[in-house]
């Protein structure tokens, strides 16, 4: 017979004894207050921590607006900052990906929201990532005025996580994009930083068929393979916002998942198609190594990457050499890709190299 006098009832079970530190996450709350801070603008009337936050359109310069939400995540880019324990740079992908989709529409991004969810939350880890978040606020005019982490223990394994973010821009009625495409329009492409955040469950792959390693030397550019395929995803806000506030620019589209193959004719009406010179611009050497070791034949590389164009502006003719010259006043790369024309799709003449 058990002696219930001796054992005693069970200990009483805390959210802690569950996996979940809620002291943890409060800390976290105070650490990236700073950065948070630090990425603040006009129309911004709370900080982090309430159960919602507010933003004024009419202190920021809107009197009509239209607003336009992005949200996107980084996908399994991840896997790679995890594995390397390189996490400075994700958060700024993440903010890439939803504020270089607004700029598309002719939008000013206003405020950011993130969410992480990890298995069991490391703090300093948690706050590398949401000061990346709050740097691509910065460099993109941004304001990060909330988020969520979740520590879900049993979902996640290890040191896995996933981020998703959501971001909430504004135009001024009437200024939407694309707007008046028209044949003959130049296509400027700007230049990408690297794979930016697509494609990667494809390079993961190459790379493990390569047998290198995530610290080995990265075969074609310095420093490690981990650390030269997490190059952060390029920030095109304040470049697109200044050649569309300049005038003569009809449509923007955001080179992601797809391609230039896919990408482009989202922003092109129906009867009008690209025509795109491959051979404008010289394959950067991550997407040439990338073809090599893998095997990847050009119809793949063009569907599958940027292939070094992040983005793509539809102009028109008799502003090209002006936005050209802005464009690249503002840091850009820029090459003349070629014109929209009478057909559908994209139509490329030469090749990648």
């Known amino acids: 017979m058990t002696n219930r006098d001796q054992t005693g009832p069970a200990?009483?079970?805390?959210?802690?004894?569950?996996g979940v530190d809620i002291?943890?996450?409060?800390?976290?709350?105070e650490r990236i207050k700073p950065a948070a801070k630090r990425s603040a603008?006009?129309?911004v009337m709370s900080g982090l921590g309430g159960f919602g936050a507010l933003f004024d359109l009419k202190a920021a310069g809107y009197d009509d607006p239209i607003l336009v939400a992005a949200?996107?995540?980084?996908?399994?880019?991840?896997?790679?900052?995890?594995?390397?324990?390189e996490l400075d740079g994700?958060?700024?992908?993440?903010?890439?990906?939803?504020?270089?989709?607004?700029?598309c529409q002719g939008a000013e991004p206003l405020f950011f929201l993130d969410y992480l969810a990890t298995g069991k939350l490391e703090l300093d880890a948690a706050a590398r990532i949401i000061e990346g978040i709050a740097e691509g606020c910065v460099r993109s005019g941004c304001a990060l005025i909330g988020g969520e982490t979740a520590e879900m223990p049993g979902m996640y394994q290890g040191g896995d996580f996933d981020l998703a973010g959501f971001c909430v821009g504004a135009m001024n009625r009437g200024a939407a994009l694309p707007a008046n495409v028209s044949e003959g329009d130049v296509l400027l492409g700007l230049g990408s930083d690297g794979i930016h955040s697509n494609g990667y469950s494809l390079v993961r792959r190459i790379v493990s068929r390569s047998g290198l390693g995530w610290d080995d030397p990265a075969p074609f550019a310095e420093g490690s393979l981990g650390?030269?395929?997490?190059?952060?995803?390029?920030?095109?806000?304040?470049?697109?916002?200044a050649a569309i506030r300049a005038g003569g620019v009809h449509a923007l589209a955001h080179i992601t998942g797809g391609g230039l193959t896919e990408n482009l004719p989202r922003v092109l009406p129906e009867g009008l198609g690209a025509r795109v010179d491959l051979g404008a611009w010289k394959l950067p050497a991550v997407f040439a190594w990338l073809a090599a070791e893998g095997g990847l034949d050009e119809a793949e590389m063009l569907r599958t990457f940027n292939s070094g164009i992040g983005m793509v502006l539809a102009?028109?003719?008799?502003r090209a050499d002006a936005l050209a010259d802005l464009l690249e006043g503002q840091g850009e790369r820029v090459i003349r890709l070629g014109h929209v024309e009478r057909g559908e799709g994209v139509r490329t003449e030469g090749a990648l190299g």
């Open 11 to 18: 200990a009483g079970l805390t959210y802690a004894d569950a």
């Open 315 to 318: 102009v028109a003719e008799d």
């Open 23 to 29: 002291a943890a996450g409060n800390a976290l709350v």
């Open 71 to 85: 949200t996107d995540g980084v996908g399994t880019k991840l896997k790679i900052a995890i594995e390397t324990g």
């Open 227 to 241: 650390a030269a395929l997490l190059t952060p995803t390029r920030l095109y806000v304040k470049p697109g916002l």
């Open 41 to 43: 603008r006009a129309g």
């Open 90 to 103: 994700v958060g700024i992908d993440l903010v890439a990906m939803c504020v270089n989709d607004l700029v």
